[in-house]
């Protein structure tokens, strides 16, 4: 340990939410010397606080606004083979805890002690989205030890999203080791997904939503849907496999869309599903003028607000999503609302979903609060970690 770089605090940053478990520090909270300016990318580093009492082993990358990350709370920790062998061993006893088959989020990023990093996993083959510098520096050992872990045979490096850029990592994703034949089939409250895993959105599947799936496909029984940002079939084939009686997928994707009617043939259902390629907000107006009206009406858009900067202008559009899909809901028929932007905290988004049912003269009540699966964990210090809100409502 005696040649790792050491960071400091700055004068008058409270050290105490670091150690209480929150993982980040922000470029204006240290020093940053001309050392500390040169440290490559991917650093591993001691940060002590403003008294040179260490504090925790961290990862440092000069060029992001979150100048370090907290890997260990030892600060002699060494983050080599057995540390990530560790971590990704106490991950997967998780999920083997929680499901029967090997269908989930492996690893979670903060809340599973790797920052900036995500782990998917559809049976043999896993997607890694490796969003920070140093796990990207470790890539080969971390890709080498899931596959002794897990027996994966084909891993996807990911490298989509802003979350790279930010860090200043490339945007080139890569099989990195095995190879894909076609789409996987992903079996998920009783229906069956087909995943993209190198060419679709983020890892191919979305395995948040499961718990809100199958909450949505329960009172969906016996109405007919409408499931819009549908993209291979989220809500819409999880009804139909629970016993929905007709299903429309909106998105704005072709290839999302041809996923999910092959999902909707591989659940059977394919007699039932329909799909519209589309604008969400010129479909939404477009089935109002047409007096559409379904007993199930779900809208799960990408995340309208990703930043601070971008939350009133999400907050706006969440609201005119609510606005027009709200008249096309039945008495009594329920309305499914979903945010994904961790800038967008519940009581706003509540807040905007209601004035825009309001607008709608449509009267609401709150069936039930959603959040993500619980492969997806949450670091009670961290609130960007709980960035999945899905409300249910029933509209009179």
């Known amino acids: 340990m005696s040649n790792r770089p050491v960071i400091r605090l700055r004068p008058k940053t409270d050290p105490r939410p670091l150690k209480r478990g929150f993982p980040w520090v922000y470029d204006n909270q240290l020093v940053t010397d001309r050392r500390t300016r040169a440290l490559p990318p991917g650093s591993i580093a001691t940060l002590e606080d403003t008294e040179r009492q260490p504090l925790a082993t961290v990862t440092i990358n000069p060029n992001s606004k979150i100048i370090a990350r907290v890997l260990d709370t030892d600060p002699s920790a060494e983050i080599d083979r057995d540390w990530l062998r560790r971590r990704i061993e106490r991950a997967l006893a998780l999920r083997e805890a929680l499901?029967?088959?090997?269908?989930?989020?492996?690893?979670?990023?903060?809340?599973?002690?790797?920052?900036?990093?995500?782990?998917?996993?559809?049976?043999?083959?896993?997607?890694?989205?490796?969003?920070?510098?140093?796990?990207?520096?470790?890539?080969?050992?971390?890709?080498?030890?899931?596959?002794?872990?897990?027996?994966?045979?084909?891993?996807?490096?990911?490298?989509?999203?802003?979350?790279?850029?930010?860090e200043g990592l490339d945007d080139a994703s890569s099989v990195l080791?095995?190879?894909?034949?076609?789409?996987?089939?992903?079996?998920?409250?009783?229906?069956?997904?087909?995943?993209?895993?190198?060419?679709?959105?983020?890892t191919g599947l979305f395995y948040d939503q499961r718990p809100n799936h199958a909450f949505v496909a329960r009172v969906s029984r016996g109405r007919n849907v409408l499931d819009v940002f549908s993209h291979v079939g989220g809500?819409?084939?999880?009804?139909?496999?629970?016993?929905?009686?007709?299903?429309?997928?909106?998105?704005?994707?072709?290839?999302?869309?041809?996923?999910?009617?092959?999902?909707?043939?591989?659940?059977?259902?394919?007699?039932?599903?329909?799909?519209?390629?589309?604008?969400?907000?010129?479909?939404?107006?477009?089935?109002?003028?047409?007096?559409?009206?379904?007993?199930?009406?779900?809208?799960?858009?990408?995340?309208?607000?990703?930043?601070?900067?971008?939350?009133?202008?999400?907050?706006?559009?969440?609201?005119?999503?609510?606005?027009?899909?709200?008249?096309?809901?039945?008495?009594?028929?329920?309305l499914t609302l979903c945010s994904c932007s961790g800038a967008a905290d519940l009581a706003a988004f509540q807040s905007a979903s209601l004035r825009g049912i309001g607008r709608a003269g449509r009267f609401a009540q709150l069936l039930r609060v959603g959040q993500a699966g619980p492969d997806h964990p949450r670091l009670p210090a961290l609130d960007e970690s709980g960035y999945l809100k899905t409300l249910i409502f029933r509209l009179a």
């Open 99 to 166: 499901y029967d088959a090997p269908f989930y989020r492996l690893i979670h990023a903060e809340a599973d002690g790797f920052p900036g990093t995500v782990v998917d996993r559809f049976g043999d083959a896993l997607v890694i989205q490796p969003n920070a510098a140093w796990i990207d520096a470790m890539l080969p050992d971390f890709a080498d030890i899931l596959s002794e872990i897990t027996g994966a045979t084909t891993i996807i490096k990911n490298a989509q999203g802003r979350a790279r850029g930010l």
């Open 177 to 202: 080791m095995g190879s894909l034949d076609g789409p996987v089939p992903v079996p998920m409250n009783c229906a069956t997904y087909m995943a993209d895993l190198d060419g679709g959105q983020k």
């Open 235 to 334: 809500f819409a084939l999880a009804a139909l496999a629970n016993g929905a009686t007709a299903a429309l997928s909106i998105d704005g994707s072709e290839a999302a869309l041809h996923l999910a009617e092959r999902g909707a043939d591989a659940t059977g259902v394919a007699d039932h599903f329909t799909t519209r390629k589309g604008d969400a907000f010129d479909t939404l107006a477009a089935l109002g003028e047409e007096g559409r009206q379904f007993g199930s009406v779900i809208c799960d858009p990408p995340a309208f607000a990703p930043s601070k900067s971008s939350r009133d202008a999400g907050l706006r559009a969440y609201e005119k999503i609510a606005r027009l899909a709200a008249p096309l809901v039945e008495p009594d028929g329920f």
